[in-house]
């Protein structure tokens, strides 16, 4: 029986050819035909949901351009790692939308960063309101990846992301289940707060390599299921009835003789994975090829890798290479 094509999701738009998170990176993965969109979220000081990777935005945005923001430059631990830079839980909307959004990878992709300090970040409401117009302009539906980052930390300043997140879901109409909305995230805590606030949504656990979620790391120490261990078989006995999937790194995937996807589906559990880029920079050492880092190696062997594991949703950073393949 021949397997299905999986989703092909654009993750944070198509910041393979458009800063990540930006308009136009969303409307060319629309126009790019992908199922769905991944956009990040994170707070500002007044509870404004916004969509950054991350919420240290020296990267991202312009604010290193602003003197009058000089002095909100500051070092932070986030998730046990120390920050240095300016973060969006100090800022107010109405200061965070004087910013602009900037490529975060400007030495791999040049041809992005042309596209530097001229468009707004955008906040989740905009967001959501942008795919919903977008899915009439396309005549198809397209879905949202939603993923909810560092609640535990914004949880201990103050900032509980899951009713806010709640809040603009509803306002804007995706908490019903009439739109496809998946919510993700690599704290499985968060995941049941939204489940709480009764959105309806499938959820699904992402997964590092490496390492601990974070969340409960802080409540269980070194007795905190570590990410590997939660992807063996009585790892996802444990997620059963809890999320809907799991979502994990491709380095996962390409380890030869891995059964993640066949455990987890033998337990009604989707996968997604994540991120699939062309570029040599990001893919396995065996793939690579000639002219740096910047320049495609032969993603196309690693892709197929990936996809005869049979997972369900890919995400990609260039959408019209993603459609092409996996939809091939």
Sequence with gaps: ??????????????????????????????????????????????????VRHENEISGTTDVARHPEFADRKTTKRVDGQALTGWFTEDFTWAELSTLRCRERLPEVRTSSATFDDTQPILRLTDLLDLVRKSSVEHGREIGVVLEVKHATYFASIGLELAPLIARDLRATGWADGELPLIIESFESTVLGRLREQRIAASYVYLIEAAGRPYDLLVAQGKQALSYKATVKPAGLDSLIGRVDGISVSKKMLLVPGNTIVDDAHARGLKVFTWTCRPENGFLSPEFRAGGGKAAYGDYESEWRVIASTGVDGVFVDQPDLGVGFFRG
């Design 1 to 50: 029986m021949p397997r299905k094509s999986p989703l092909v999701i654009g993750h944070r738009g198509a910041p393979g050819y458009r800063p990540e998170h930006s308009r136009s990176s969303y409307e060319l993965a629309f126009a790019m035909g992908v199922d769905a969109v991944e956009p990040d979220v994170v707070a500002t000081r007044d509870g404004v949901l916004v």
